[in-house]
C-alpha cells in the first residue's frame, strides 16, 4: 500500500524539477537576451527595422543694404526607395470593386508599372529605375536604400507621395533660390547639387551662412517599409545659418547691371565691370558684371563669367593710374596742379627706357593739370621721376595695390606690382608711373579713388556689412577704420586737376552731368596676351567721384575690348549714366560754386 502511494509522489517531484529546469533555462535565455547581449541584439534588431535621416539646418539668407532677399533656402526633396522591398513582391493597392462601389478590393500592382509610374513623375525611364535597384542590390543584396532623384520641387513632391508606393520615400532637402535671378548673380556665387558653396559670397562667407546638419531616427514595418507612429528619435539637434547683410543695393545693382550690359552689346566688348563705391566709407553699393550669370542656372554661361571680374581679373590700369602718381608727386613737396614740365612726343630716359605718348606733339609746356587733360606719358614720367622708386612704391602698397582687398572675395587676385623698385627693369620704372607695367584690380582701381575723394584717408574696400546669426545676434564683419595714404592737401590738390580733366578734356560733352562737379579719369590700356606680348584690343575705363567739391559717390568703369569703339569713348556714356543715377537715387545735393580753374600749359 505505501508503495503505491509513493509513485504520485514522484512524479510530482519529477515533474516540478523538469518544470523548475525548464523555467531555469527561460530565466538564463532572457537573461542572456535582456542583459548580456542586449546591446548587440537591440542593435542588431535597430540595423532591420530602423532608419538614420538628416535634419537639415538652413543656410541663411544674403540680405541688400535695404533687408531685399538675394539668396534664400527653400523646401526640395530627396526621393529614395528601398531596392530590397521593390523585390519582394507587387505592390498592393486598395481600389473601388468594379462590382460594388460602396466595396474596395486589394489590387497587385506589378514592379514594372510602378516603376513606370514613378519614373513619369521624377523624369526618369522605368529601365534606369530597375538599373538603379539592381546595381544596389548587385553591390549589397540587402541594399536598403538608394535615390532616384534630388532637389524635386514640391509639386513633384506631392505627386509621389499619391502614388503610395510603401518602399518610396521622400526626404526634405532644403535648396538654394534666388529670387532676383542674375541681380548681383556673379558676388552672390551658386552652390553644387550637393549642397556645397563653390562661387561667390555663398562660398566665401559659408562660415556665416553655413547651417549645421542634425540627425534623427526612426523605426519601420519590415512588410511595407512605412515609419512606425511614435518611434521617432532626434540623435542631434540641427543649427540654422545666419543671415548676411551686404552694402549692395539691388535696385541699383540691376540699373548698373542693364548700363553695363547695353553698352557691351552696343559696343561688341568682351566683358565690362562697373562699381558704384561710397567715398567717404569704402562701402560698395553696386558691383556690376558683364556677362552676367544667373545664381538659380549658372551653368547657363560660361565658366569664366561665372564670378566677378572687379575682383578677380587684373589688368593693366593705364592712364587712369596717373592719378596715383600725381597724388604721390604732389604729397612728396616734388609738384602741384600749376608745376611745369616741358614734354615732347617722344622721352629717351637716360637708364635706357623709350617713353611714348598716344599721339603726336611737338615739345609742350605742360601743367600737371595739363599732363592729365591730355593724358601725357612722358610728362608723367618727367613728373613721375621726381619721387623715388621706393617711395612711389610705398604709395602704391598704402592705396592697397599689391594685395587682397579687405572684402576677401571667392578668387580675389592681389594684382601684381612685379616686385617692386628692385626688380623693376628701366622701362618698367617709368610705366609704372602711368599705368603699364603692374596690374591692379577693378575694385582696386576704384579705392585709390576713394582714398582720392576722401581727402587722402583710404577706408576698407566693404561689401559685406554683418552676419546675423540664428539667435538674433549680429556680428559686424566690416571695419570703419581708415588709413592715411597721402596728405589731405595732396588730395585736394589732385581731385582739383581731375576736375579740369572732366571739364576740358576730350570726352567732356559725353560724360557732363548738369548741376555737379565732377572729377575724373579716363585709360586706355594695353592687355596683356599671356605670352609676354600684348593682345590687339585694349582696357579702356573710367574712374571718377562726384560731387567734387564733397565727394559722396566714387564710380568706375571698366571695359574689355570695345571693337566698335576701342577708346575711352565706350566708357564715357557708362560712368556718365550710372554717376547720374546715383546722385538723383540718394538725393545728393547740387554742387555749388563751380570748379577752380587751373592751367593747361605754363
Not at 37 to 47: F, I, M, Y
Not at 208 to 217: D, F, I, M, P, W
Not at 347 to 369: E, K, R, V
Not at 397 to 410: M, N
Request: charged share 20%.
Amino acid at each position: 500500500m505505501n508503495r503505491v502511494s509513493r509513485r504520485p509522489v514522484r512524479r510530482v517531484v519529477a515533474a516540478g524539477l523538469a518544470l523548475v529546469l525548464m523555467v531555469g533555462w527561460f530565466v538564463i535565455r532572457l537573461v542572456d537576451i535582456q542583459v548580456v547581449r542586449a546591446a548587440e541584439l537591440n542593435a542588431a534588431s535597430e540595423d532591420v527595422r530602423s532608419r538614420v535621416a538628416t535634419i537639415y539646418g538652413e543656410r541663411g539668407e544674403i540680405l541688400d543694404a535695404n533687408g531685399i532677399v538675394l539668396a534664400d533656402s527653400v523646401m526640395r526633396y530627396d526621393i529614395a526607395l528601398s531596392p530590397k522591398q521593390a523585390m519582394l513582391g507587387p505592390v498592393v493597392r486598395e481600389q473601388p470593386d468594379p462590382a460594388d462601389a460602396s466595396k474596395t478590393v486589394d489590387v497587385e500592382v506589378p514592379l514594372e508599372q510602378v516603376l513606370s509610374e514613378l519614373g513619369a513623375v521624377i523624369g526618369r525611364s522605368p529601365e534606369e529605375l530597375r538599373g538603379v535597384i539592381d546595381a544596389s542590390l548587385e553591390e549589397d543584396p540587402d541594399s536598403d536604400f538608394a535615390y532616384v532623384a534630388k532637389l524635386v520641387d514640391t509639386e513633384t513632391y506631392e505627386k509621389v507621395e499619391a502614388l503610395d508606393i510603401p518602399w518610396v520615400v521622400p526626404y526634405e532637402h532644403p535648396s538654394r533660390r534666388y529670387p532676383n535671378g542674375a541681380v548681383a548673380g556673379n558676388l552672390l556665387g551658386f552652390m553644387d547639387p550637393d549642397g556645397l558653396a563653390v562661387a561667390g559670397l555663398e562660398y566665401s562667407e559659408d562660415a556665416c551662412l553655413a547651417g549645421e546638419n542634425g540627425q534623427r531616427t526612426w523605426l519601420h514595418s519590415l512588410k511595407d517599409w512605412v515609419e512606425i507612429p511614435g518611434s521617432e528619435r532626434v540623435l542631434s539637434e540641427a543649427r540654422q545659418g545666419g543671415d548676411l547683410q551686404l552694402t549692395i543695393d539691388a535696385d541699383l545693382q540691376y540699373f548698373v547691371q542693364h548700363v553695363a550690359a547695353a553698352q557691351v552689346q552696343a559696343t561688341g566688348a568682351q566683358w565690362a565691370t562697373v562699381s558704384v563705391m561710397e567715398a567717404k566709407t569704402g562701402r560698395l553699393l553696386a558691383v556690376a558684371d558683364v556677362p552676367t550669370v544667373d545664381p538659380n542656372s549658372p551653368s547657363a554661361v560660361d565658366s569664366d563669367d561665372r564670378g566677378s571680374r572687379a575682383f578677380t581679373a587684373p589688368f593693366e590700369p593705364g592712364s587712369t593710374f596717373k592719378t596715383l602718381t600725381s597724388a604721390s608727386v604732389i604729397d612728396a613737396g616734388k609738384g602741384d596742379p600749376t608745376a611745369g614740365v616741358t614734354a615732347d612726343y617722344q622721352y629717351l630716359p637716360s637708364n635706357g627706357a623709350d617713353i611714348t605718348d598716344s599721339h603726336g606733339h611737338g615739345p609742350t609746356n605742360y601743367t600737371m593739370t595739363g599732363m592729365l587733360i591730355d593724358s601725357s606719358n612722358t610728362a608723367m614720367s618727367l613728373f613721375g621721376e621726381r619721387v623715388s622708386d621706393e617711395q612711389r612704391y610705398e604709395d602704391m602698397l598704402d592705396f592697397g595695390l599689391g594685395s587682397v582687398s579687405e572684402v576677401g572675395f571667392a578668387g580675389e587676385a592681389s594684382g601684381d606690382l612685379h616686385g617692386g623698385p628692385e626688380a623693376w627693369d628701366a622701362q618698367t620704372k617709368y610705366a609704372t608711373m602711368f599705368g603699364q607695367g603692374l596690374s591692379t584690380t577693378a575694385i582696386q582701381i576704384a579705392s585709390v579713388y576713394q582714398t582720392i575723394a576722401n581727402g587722402g584717408v583710404r577706408m576698407p574696400v566693404t561689401l559685406v556689412e554683418g552676419c546675423r546669426t540664428a539667435d538674433g545676434a549680429v556680428t559686424d564683419v566690416a571695419s570703419t577704420e581708415g588709413s592715411r595714404v597721402v596728405s589731405e592737401k595732396a588730395a585736394d590738390q589732385t581731385a582739383q586737376m581731375l576736375e579740369q580733366v572732366y571739364l576740358e578734356g576730350w570726352l567732356a560733352d559725353d560724360w557732363e552731368i548738369p548741376g555737379y562737379r565732377v572729377a575724373a579719369k579716363t585709360g586706355t590700356a594695353q592687355v596683356a596676351d599671356g605670352n609676354g606680348g600684348y593682345q590687339s584690343g585694349h582696357l579702356v575705363s573710367v574712374s571718377g567721384f562726384a560731387p567734387a567739391d564733397d565727394p559722396e559717390f566714387v564710380v568706375s568703369v571698366s571695359i574689355m575690348d570695345p571693337v566698335k569703339m576701342n577708346s575711352s569713348a565706350a566708357s564715357a556714356p557708362v560712368f556718365q549714366q550710372v554717376m547720374s543715377q546715383v546722385l538723383k537715387k540718394y538725393r545728393t545735393i547740387p554742387s555749388g560754386a563751380p570748379a577752380p580753374e587751373l592751367p593747361a600749359t605754363w
